[in-house]
């Protein structure tokens, strides 16, 4: 996003909170367990690799934890380490 | 939005990804339950801000603390929470102040700083403070002179910053809780003086 304009200003409010609903949270926890089971690498590099390639028109109306969600389900989909419904 | 993810509401979305992976051997309950706990209570900007007041207290550790982040963090027992990345403080001084920013996502030491600011993760903030940091910086209340060379530090997954702040005004005669209380978040991502 680096030098993009048009987003108007920053939205310097904030209550210091880490989520602001329960499945955020457990969003987080999810990334977090994928990373220690070396899913996800320590540095993070593949989840920001798998947000980037989300598709730039719907990243754009994603939230914060729906892009991380989404980069979740793409890496396990890619890796096929869930079975199928 | 693909069909197969757009039918869900999301928190019926998570739990459906939650029992995927425990049916897989990926995740436990418990384990996820332990990994938010550990977040809750220990991740915190009162850790960053101990770093400051020690730096503005002991030289020694300052220049530790420039040296080495992660080593300087491990000296206050922060070292479990700071690893997995190289730890950079960078120093504001009357000439120099500087800025955090991950363009790409909301890279930043979660264990020092505390949760990050809903404003970190906007699209405002990562794609205005690298092209135009000053005005950015008014948006927050901080004006700084023009002769004031402002540092813009675009953080990623390897590498993550902490601002060291100016010294706060007669931090030899204050007590080192007292100076870590004047710490506050936004000043250790530089959006705030202190």
């Known amino acids: 996003m680096g030098g993009q304009t048009g987003f108007g200003p920053v939205p310097v409010e904030d209550d210091g909170q880490f989520f602001h609903a329960d499945w955020e949270a457990r969003v987080y926890a999810i990334v977090r367990v994928l990373q220690r089971r070396g899913v996800i690498n320590a540095a993070f590099d593949d989840l920001r690799d798998a947000i980037e390639r989300i598709p730039p028109a719907e990243y754009l109306t994603m939230s914060y934890y729906e892009r991380w969600l989404r980069a979740a389900e793409m890496l396990l989909a890619e890796r096929k380490l869930l079975a199928d419904d | 939005m693909s069909g197969e993810h757009g039918e869900l509401p999301i928190a019926a979305r998570v739990r459906r990804l939650e029992e995927r992976l425990i049916a897989a051997g990926l995740a436990t309950d418990e384990e996820l339950d332990e990994i938010l706990e550990r977040v809750f209570t220990s991740a915190s900007p009162v850790n960053g801000a101990r770093m400051v007041a020690r730096s ?128 506050t978040r936004n000043g250790l991502i530089g959006t705030a003086i202190r």
Do not use: Q
């Not at chain 2, 997954?157 to 702040?165: G, I, M, N």
């Open chain 2, 56 to 183: 503005w207290k002991d030289p020694g550790y300052r220049d530790r603390l420039l040296a080495d982040g992660n080593a300087a963090a491990a000296e206050l027992g922060f070292g479990a929470g700071t690893r997995g990345y190289l730890l950079k403080a960078v120093e504001n001084t009357p000439a120099v102040h500087n800025m955090i920013v991950c363009t790409l996502c909301s890279c930043y030491p979660t264990a020092l700083l505390g949760p990050s600011p809903s404003w970190y993760k906007s699209f405002a903030y990562r794609s205005r403070a690298v092209r135009e940091p000053r005005a950015v910086l008014a948006e927050f209340g901080l004006e700084l002179p023009d002769s004031t060379e402002i540092r813009v530090w675009d953080a990623n997954s390897e590498t993550r910053y902490l601002v060291l702040p100016l010294r706060a005004e007669g931090a030899d005669e204050t007590d080192e809780s007292v100076l870590a209380s004047l710490v």
